[in-house]
């Protein structure tokens, strides 16, 4: 077996570093929440659409699809779910006919509060082995990596894709 290309700086070799542990931390967050939200048909994907609601309000199915960068269809099968368990609902959008927008339900609203309080109870009661200056310094790199990424070679990543 070849070994896996790696990046010829220094400066790509700690960037890749960032981006494997920030993946890894993904994971491990996803199962802690999987875990402590007694809902098993609440995915990680649904709850990241009910928290792109209440963060973002009302959006077109188009709209979130883009801002997950995933197939309208798969935040379509998402919805229709968040609509049949009452935590989501379409509404007319004044802005197209046939694209109606997304909203949070009183009870969406309601479920998602619940599941964040108990997300911030688990992480209040995490040890403190970073102080608030480290994780915001922490924060600001994310950000500026993400913000990296996304303004990147997107030619590149859509000849990938087909």
Not at 4 to 30: D, Q, S
């Amino acid at each position: 077996m070849q070994p896996l290309p790696l990046p010829r700086t220094l400066r790509g070799a700690a960037l890749m570093a960032v981006i494997e542990e920030a993946a890894a931390l993904h994971l491990r967050a996803n199962a802690v929440v999987e875990h402590l939200h007694s809902r098993p048909e609440l995915t990680n994907a649904c709850r990241g659409v009910l928290r792109d609601l209440a963060r973002l309000g009302p959006r077109t199915v188009p709209q979130l699809a883009r801002r997950r960068e995933c197939s309208r269809q798969h935040v379509q099968v998402l919805v229709n779910r968040l609509v049949a368990d009452g935590l989501a609902e379409l509404v007319p959008n004044p802005d197209h006919r046939r694209s109606p927008l997304v909203r949070l339900t009183p009870v969406g609203k309601d479920t998602l509060e619940a599941m964040w309080r108990r997300e911030a109870e688990v992480i209040d009661e995490l040890p403190p082995a970073l102080d608030v200056e480290e994780l915001e310094g922490t924060t600001r790199v994310l950000r500026e990596l993400r913000r990296l990424l996304e303004a990147g070679p997107r030619p590149v990543m859509k000849e990938n894709a087909q």
